[in-house]
């Protein structure tokens, strides 16, 4: 069967390549299209991309229907580096539109077979759920000018690895925050890592949702080591444990793992925007300090000075936790692997 988004692998790398011609040189992006030879779905977008919009506004780019379909192939093509967008193209997590009130079901309906004349039970229902609204993510890195401007295979590669990892780790990080603290069940780790497991799936579990585990890199460095039979948890991207989908995610605090059910955790991904700048400066840190609420002294990079370019992507997603015990939270974790005997 033919991919559907085969046609737009590349389409989010060839956006950034020609804005940053266009930023350098001054041309119009319609005409770096037809000059390079883009592919058809980023001509399409380039030419679209007007006065009366821009491709870094993430909501205005989503009416676009080939940003749209770009954006769906990039995020897709995450490889498993976003545990929040991986359980969502999984349909692990329940996909539901931005912008809208949303609610997921705490009690299901009793369905009974009754003999005439005997008493039928009636159906009971409780919503509980609160508005799924956008917010926005921001990934940025910074590039060297000749990297990004460069047609080789080698070169289009890199810059799309780079810009997945960003991608990636500002989902997760904007998602999970968003979810842990709107979850009710918080617990510290103990010593005994089987109790501690048994805590989180008694509080999750109803036998009537879909479960799945996002760990922390170094949880699940522990998890992976158990070695007790109980599953074949990889430190990285996204396998099992317990026969359940495990989740890795450098957007969770060390000693942190979660357990959800998808069934009652309402999200989507919207789509992506685009913007391009070779004259900000930047503090090359990755916890920045320097801001307008605190400034503080510190060193900082001029990008026209580097000859480099700072490529931000723009995703605009959504997530809630429809019931407040739809995850449990545990954090403090330090198991110690066990060893088979």
Known sequence: MQNPHAEYAGTIQSLVRALVIAEKTGETTADIADRLRLPAPAARILKSAVGAGSLGDPAWAAQLADMAAASSAFLQGLGGRSAFAALLDQGVLTRAPLRSRVGAVAEGAVAAVSGEGRA???SRM????????????????????????????????FVSRQLRRAVAKALDVGALSTL?????????????????????????NSGEGRLAWIAAPDVANSISLLNDGRGSASPEGVSEFLNLPFAVSPGL??????????DRVLADIESLGVDISRFATLQMDTTPINDAAAPTPTSLVSLWQSNAVAVRLSALFGVTAGTPDA????????WPPVVSG
């Open 120 to 122: 039928r039970p009636v």
């Open 126 to 157: 409780t919503l509980d759920g609160d508005a799924l609204s956008p917010q926005q993510a921001d990934a940025i890195i910074a590039l060297s000018r000749e990297v990004v401007e460069n047609s080789s295979s080698a070169s289009q590669s």
């Open 180 to 204: 842990i603290t709107s979850a009710t069940p918080t617990f510290s780790a103990t010593g005994n890592h089987t109790a501690d497991l048994k805590q989180m799936l008694d509080t999750v």
């Open 253 to 262: 605090a060390a000693g942190t793992l979660v357990l959800l059910d998808g």
């Open 327 to 334: 995850l449990a939270v545990m954090t403090d974790i330090a």
